[in-house]
């Protein structure tokens, strides 16, 4: 059905084009929807379907989306005028630099301090002193990937946490679903926590000008109380394989976990712990200096280890992921498309139609369209195409100006994603790294833990918006 | 005195495989060389921050699978070796067989929802590894 829904979405997308086209030959165009609008809407929703259907790879596909965006409207724009989308120094306004900045110094620490084997040691002292009780290390360990994607972020957490929760899962005798399912969902609500958990987090925070302490006092608390259902869902789901682990561990498989589990950098260990720590104060002190942006602390951050570390560059930068940087640039662009072509005001003066005047409306909608949207398609260009029609909702619902529609959006499209495999980038890593050792996650078998999470959270949230805003 | 490599994940799916190769590697005498292939590319799948040695990781990942397929080997008194290679399968396959003077592949037969190939798949690749190395490849614990 899924596969459906996307192929409807690439065929609206391929029509949308074929539109615009037939709609440039046919007739000279006097005021209302120019071929550039259905034009940027076509190729948004190919790049859509291109990254949810994995046709191609995510960066290639929002690449290529963006050169289209200006092919067509300089090479197209210089033949018919009403091909204009939007030039190369408008599209450069809508991407959001303090998005890329903070992204690119986080991945810059994270690389380095992911390095140390921390988080590693962590994960085994935590199996150590569980002392045997199985739930209250699986407990443990989901709690701990719950806090290191709210403060790394998300997708590092489970490249962490989940290797070694593999290795403990089959030492103790349980199936490592069990270990893993619960981490994952835990990083998709933990990233909600904080700006810098996960891309839609980043992304409406950084657009709100935000600093780290006014979005955490908004989505901290929700986030947190998110755990509680789900922590009493996956108790629920996994009781049976829990009471059946082992008491007595093959001490081959101990000496083995042991060796993949200890501090490998001290040196580095205790400079990027202090980095990080004073990271940490600048995040709850930036207010005092003149709201300093995340961005430009997370940069400093990566630049005072960077200088203290002495790391190779070469090696360095080769280890920042380009390809996200240049995915989010992308989609930023492509979405400017939308907006400068009047697409978002069109799609914002639907959505303001079916909510009216209601402010409870809106939050419902605002919640529940980007959650059962990030289950099926992928939730960072559905999040910045969404910004604007918040924006637009923001600006005309009376009661509105809290900022209510914003965090209904992050809850949305956060909590969503853990529906489905394909709802966020942390499942579909986690599955690749079950699949390396030999368990295969399909996507029905996820969907039995993800849906019942993602419905009794997004529920929850929803009803945290209505009742505190 | 022969020599069989067994390419492995792990994983419940892979049990089967590992006993009958094991059984096998007794009952003619052989050596016996597991190999586990660490393969990142299914992080080419989201555009997601990759800032951590995935690489490192699953082969640290793969050594311990490999001690638990060992520690089969050694309930029945066999003392298998363990490699661990990052790169593709295949190609990681041709390389360690060469490396070792393999005699005979191994491979698991598609077992269930945790298998890495579907039967007819495996069969397809099983004949093109063994025309590329030269070394007979052998599809065992197969449910046919």
Redesign the interface.
């Known amino acids: 059905m899924k596969r459906n829904i996307l192929y409807g979405l690439a065929t609206v997308g391929i029509v949308g084009l074929v539109g615009g086209i037939w709609w440039l030959l046919a007739q000279p165009t006097d005021g209302g929807y120019e071929p550039a609008f259905f034009i940027s809407t076509g190729i948004f929703l190919l790049v859509f379907a291109a990254i949810s259907l994995?046709w191609m790879?995510?960066?290639a596909a929002?690449l290529l989306g963006a050169a289209a965006v200006w092919l067509v409207h300089y090479i197209g724009g210089t033949y018919f005028p009403a091909l204009h989308i939007i030039d190369f120094e408008e599209s450069m306004a809508f991407v959001d630099w303090n998005v890329i900045w903070l992204?690119m110094g986080?991945?810059?620490f994270?690389?380095m301090f992911?390095?140390t084997g921390a988080i590693n040691w962590i994960s085994f002292r935590t199996f150590r002193m569980a002392k045997g009780n199985a739930w209250l290390l699986v407990m443990s360990l989901v709690i701990l990937t719950a806090v290191l994607s709210a403060f790394l972020?998300?997708?590092?957490a489970i490249?962490?946490v989940v290797?070694l929760s593999?290795?403990i899962a089959?030492t103790v005798g349980i199936h490592p679903f069990a270990f893993v399912i619960p981490e994952v969902l835990a990083s998709n609500i933990g990233g909600a926590a904080t700006i810098i958990g996960d891309?839609p987090s980043t992304i409406v925070g950084s657009h709100l000008g935000l600093s780290f302490v006014d979005y955490l006092v908004h989505m901290a608390p929700i986030a947190i109380l998110c755990m509680i259902p789900f922590l009493i869902i996956i108790s629920l789901l996994y009781r049976r394989d829990l009471a059946g682990a082992k008491e007595q561990f093959?001490p081959?498989?101990m000496a083995?976990?042991e060796a993949?589990a200890h501090i490998t950098d001290f040196p580095l260990l205790r400079k990027s712990g202090l980095v990080g720590l004073l990271m940490i104060i600048l995040f709850f002190t930036g207010d005092y200096f003149g709201g300093i942006p995340p961005s430009v602390i997370a940069l400093s951050g990566a630049a005072i280890l960077v200088a203290w570390v002495r790391p190779d560059m070469h090696r360095m930068l080769h280890?920042?992921?380009w390809?996200?940087l240049i995915?989010f640039i992308s989609i930023f662009i492509i979405v400017g498309g939308l907006e400068a072509t009047g697409v978002i005001a069109w799609m914002a003066g639907i959505i303001g139609d079916l909510a009216g005047d209601s402010l409870k409306m809106a939050t419902i909608l605002m919640v529940w369209i980007p959650g059962i949207a990030s289950s099926i398609v992928a939730n960072?260009p559905f999040t910045v195409a969404s910004l604007p029609i918040a924006d637009f909702l923001t600006a005309t619902i009376p009661g509105a100006e809290n900022g209510v529609l914003y965090w209904a959006l992050i809850l949305g499209a956060d909590l969503g994603g853990n529906a489905t495999i394909l709802g966020s980038?942390?499942n579909?890593?986690a599955?690749?790294?079950l699949?390396?050792?030999?368990?295969?996650l399909?996507f029905g078998r996820f969907m039995r833990d993800g849906v019942p999470v993602a419905i009794a959270t997004l529920l929850l949230a929803t009803v945290w918006l209505l009742v505190w805003y | 005195m022969g020599m069989i490599l067994c390419a492995t994940r792990g994983g419940e799916a892979s049990y089967p495989t590992q006993d009958a190769v094991i059984s096998l590697a007794k009952e003619r005498g052989d050596e016996l060389t597991f190999l586990y292939v660490a393969d990142v590319s299914f992080l080419n799948q989201t555009a997601a921050p990759m800032v951590v040695d995935v690489a490192s990781r699953l082969e640290k990942l793969g050594q311990f699978q490999l001690v638990m397929a060992q520690e089969r080997a050694a309930a029945q008194d066999i003392i298998a070796q363990a490699i661990v290679h990052t790169g593709q399968l295949r190609a990681e396959l041709v390389v360690v067989a060469k490396e070792i003077d393999a005699t005979l592949i191994v491979m698991g037969g598609s077992l269930g929802p945790d298998a890495a190939f579907e039967n007819s798949a495996l069969q397809v690749f099983a004949a093109d590894l063994q025309t590329e190395t030269g070394v007979e490849v052998r599809i065992l614990g197969s449910s046919d």
Do not use: K, W
């Open positions: 994995r790879h995510e960066t929002a992204i986080m991945m810059i994270m690389a992911s390095e972020n998300d997708v590092t490249l962490l290797p593999i290795e089959q891309p093959s081959a498989l083995r976990l993949d280890e920042v992921d390809t996200t995915f960072i980038a942390p579909i890593v599955v690749g790294l699949s390396q050792a030999g368990y295969r399909g």
